[in-house]
């Protein structure tokens, strides 16, 4: 079992999940991970923490799109700020990373 805290609105919300993922049958006898995959290190916290996400959201059509942001004030629960950087320079970049220290 795998428990995950997710933030909604600023109310910790715990959601814990086991540790079974959806699989395919590949031939006869083998049986391969569907849509997923572990890390390159061989770790499968990944697609767990997905599944936890899913769990949160109602389930996984309910996760397609969104921002990044979004996923990590799920995650901590502290807000967030967007900046487009394409016109940025680096040294208002590193300013805007302090500020936010």
């Known amino acids: 079992m795998f428990s995950f805290d997710f ?3 600023g109310s ?3 959601v814990t999940v086991d540790d079974s993922l959806p699989v395919k049958q590949w031939g006869r ?16 916290w990944g697609p767990i ?4 996400a899913a769990k949160f ?8 799109g969104g921002l990044p942001a979004e996923s990590l004030y ?10 487009r ?4 320079s680096e040294s208002d970049i590193w300013g805007y990373l302090s500020d936010a220290d």
């Open 7 to 9: 933030y909604n609105k």
């Open 12 to 14: 910790k919300v715990r």
């Open 29 to 44: 006898s083998a049986f391969l991970p569907m849509n997923l995959r572990k890390s390159p290190n061989g770790a499968w």
């Open 49 to 52: 923490l997905e599944k936890g």
């Open 57 to 64: 959201y109602g389930r996984y059509e309910n996760m397609n």
């Open 74 to 83: 799920a995650l901590t629960g502290m807000p967030t700020v967007s900046f």
């Open 85 to 88: 950087t394409i016109r940025t």
